[in-house]
């Protein structure tokens, strides 16, 4: 079966031979540099237990040092698969998403076609290299000159000029016995409408040979010349060579100064790309003149995990990194991501190479944010979430973000840096307090080590609230499903304690993933015994949460009374810092009155028992028993006084 011109290619672009081989050898990490693309295993074609076999990812070969077998992607899934040369194509065909083509009689003859198409495009590259030097490229020589373009540089991108006039590259195509046909497939004429002589698409426009991942000519860039020409960037029309969703500017050069370790940048622009490189960062590459698309990213990936969008500092280019960050979610896979060096508003990389030089795009380069990031940046940045209601539109909307990742570890991943971000913008901690302030009390006498290390001494006049914030504490390690129903207080209680804070923190992290993590994390962070001493401190072992752990609504109840009692405590408090604040100016019967009031519900909390469920009656000294369980307790009595009669 032959197959249509460029078929091939395309599959070869568009497979990984690291990711075909790696389905059959163990690579060898101490030899391979991922990175680059350059891998090591034992060979799968003989015996052996060192890492002889090479496979050169950005080139598509292997070669073994030992038995000296070669190939590229299709050779080897026709020797590993022992399948023949087309079921080898429509395997790897199938992986790549791409259909296989109807049998076609006529693919020689599309095939010499093809090369012809690419004949005539390097004719015109050599017509624009040329005309570029002549009389009528003296504005576009110095145009380039005012934007810093050396000749070798001018000379590595081919840059050439298209001049004004309507039939200047057509005629001379034509001159050298080029076929009309050709030239209109070439994308580089089109047809008049007025009956005349086809006209050339490009005319007075510095011209920016687009090659493939081959190295050949395959589409045009053209900026215009005249300030009012309708558009300032014109890129060929889609022809049988050029695909520009498949296409990168500059991608083969890219690719290779990548494998010598240059990080890869995606500009937007042909010029953005062409600075770069004459900078230094010759791993820079653009699309041509769309937003990326599936097909560029996974191209990028090809070259290295994590390329840098480097896109401009307006409103446009931060646009342009959300839609890509849209477009990735879905793609992303393990150690396969973006990142982002925003530049400053106003500004492309071009413009910062020129006004501050080298060192100033390698600062923002090596500061490029992760996409996670980017994405709590755009759902957050200048918004005000000052209500429960916006806090939730917008854990809807970074949940509907997260839900686009395909691969669950990655999700999950993001879902905890999210977490982490949300808890930075909605938990500032307050500072601790400074002397002057009417709450601040400065310790009078001095005491005995021993009275110094005590929880009473430790706690100040908090004592109360720290045996009720260590019950919480406990309460929710020992049942920590219903963390999630106590969030938002939680994360307002204000833990003097460094240990309670801690723990309080590593609740809100954690308590999610479940008690053994929860747990384990807990040890990791605080030292193995941490638990153990809080559980057996006197006041915590007899609450009944840590009693008899895993009873969530016995937890939810204590948890909630707990909270309460420490809410209501800290409200008297400041009243009567407020109180005493009042009375130092005019107070009146109205401080009398809020102080009750704060007292009154200070009480109410503290003797709080309305939400217990069980029953009780009274025994005669006075103490409450459990009406169940005395009930129990006196079956239980006469049980066994009718055992002792029938004896």
């Keep these: 079966m032959s197959l249509p011109p460029g078929f091939l290619d395309e599959l070869r672009t568009r497979t990984s031979l690291t990711h075909v ?57 026709r020797e590993t698969e022992n399948v023949e040369f087309i079921d080898a194509v429509r395997i790897l065909a199938g992986e790549a998403g791409m259909p296989m083509p109807e049998r076609d009689p006529q693919a020689q003859a599309k095939a010499d076609k093809r090369t012809q198409l690419i004949e005539v495009m390097e004719h015109a590259v050599q017509y624009f290299r040329l005309a570029l030097k002549t009389g009528a490229g003296a ?5 380039l000159d005012q934007r810093g373009l050396d000749a070798a540089t001018q000379d590595q991108f081919e840059i050439g000029f298209a001049p004004d006039g309507w039939q200047n590259l057509w005629d001379h195509l034509t001159g050298k016995g080029t076929t009309p046909e050709l030239i209109m497939e070439c994308g580089l004429a089109r047809p008049s409408t007025k009956g005349g002589k086809p006209y050339d698409v490009f005319r007075n426009r510095i011209m920016f040979p687009i090659r493939d991942a081959r190295g050949r000519c395959i589409a045009f860039g053209g900026r215009a010349m005249d300030p009012n020409d309708n558009a300032k960037y014109l890129n060929s029309p889609e022809t049988e060579l050029f695909d520009k969703s498949r296409t990168l500017y500059n991608y083969a050069p890219a690719r290779e100064a990548t494998g010598k370790g240059a990080p890869l940048i995606v500009a937007e ?45 307006d409103r446009a280019g931060l646009a342009a990194a959300h839609r890509v960050i849209d477009l ?142 260590a019950v919480i504490l406990a309460s929710l390690v020992a049942t920590p499903e219903i963390c999630t129903q106590f969030e938002t207080p939680l994360e307002h209680l204000e833990c003097r304690d460094p240990l309670h804070a801690q723990l309080r923190d590593l609740l809100l992290h954690h308590a999610a993933n479940g008690s053994d993590t929860l747990r384990a994390e807990i040890d990791r962070s605080l030292g193995s015994d941490t638990l153990e001493k809080l559980m057996t401190l006197p006041h915590v072992a007899i609450t009944p949460p840590v009693r008899q752990p895993g009873n969530a609504e016995l937890a939810q109840m204590t948890v909630a009374e707990e909270l309460a009692k420490i809410a209501a405590t800290r409200g008297l408090k400041a009243e009567i810092v407020d109180a ?11 401080v009398t009155w809020r102080l009750g009031q704060a007292a009154e519900a200070r009480n109410r909390a503290v003797r709080s028992q309305h ?31 009718f055992s002792k009669t029938r004896r």
């Excluded at 540099?33 to 080139?59: I, L, R």
């Excluded at 009656?617 to 049980?639: Q, S, T, V, W």
Aim: proline share 5%.
């Design 611 to 641: 939400e217990d469920k069980a029953e009780y009656d009274f025994a005669e000294n006075g103490a409450r028993i459990n009406r169940g369980e005395r009930e129990e307790f006196d079956a239980l009595l006469d049980k066994i006084s």
């Design 269 to 313: 622009g042909y010029m953005d790309v062409i600075a770069l490189s004459q900078a230094g960062f010759g791993a820079a590459v653009a699309p041509l003149g769309t937003a990326i698309t599936d097909n560029q990213l996974q191209l990028l990936w090809r070259v290295t995990d994590e390329p840098i969008m480097a896109l401009d500092g």
């Design 328 to 469: 990735a979610l879905p793609l992303l896979e393990a150690g396969k991501s973006l990142r982002f060096a925003l530049m400053p508003e106003g500004k492309d990389p071009d413009d910062i190479l020129r006004a501050e030089g080298k060192g100033a795009v390698q600062k923002l380069l090596e500061g490029a944010l992760p996409m996670v990031q980017l994405l709590w940046q755009r759902e957050t940045e200048g918004r005000v979430f000052d209500s429960p209601e916006r806090k939730a539109a917008l854990d809807k909307v970074l949940r509907e973000k997260i839900k686009l990742i395909r691969d669950p570890s990655i999700r999950t991943h993001y879902g905890q840096a999210i977490k982490d971000l949300r808890w930075q913008l909605f938990s500032p901690r307050k500072g601790p307090r400074k002397n002057g302030d009417p709450r601040w009390t400065k310790p009078e006498m001095s005491a005995r080590a021993s009275t110094k290390s005590s929880m009473l001494a430790t706690s100040g006049n908090r004592a109360q609230d720290h045996m009720r914030e």
């Design 139 to 143: 504005a576009a020589r110095a145009y």
């Design 580 to 590: 005493a604040e009042d009375m130092m100016g005019l107070a009146d019967e109205a």
């Design 21 to 77: 081989v790696g389905r059959k050898v163990m690579w060898d990490n101490r030899k391979s540099n991922p990175g680059k693309g350059d891998m090591w295993a034992p060979c799968p074609f003989h015996h052996e237990k060192t890492a002889s076999f090479h496979v050169d990812d950005q080139k598509g070969f292997y070669y073994c040092f030992g038995c000296h077998a070669k190939g590229d992607a299709i050779s080897f899934v």
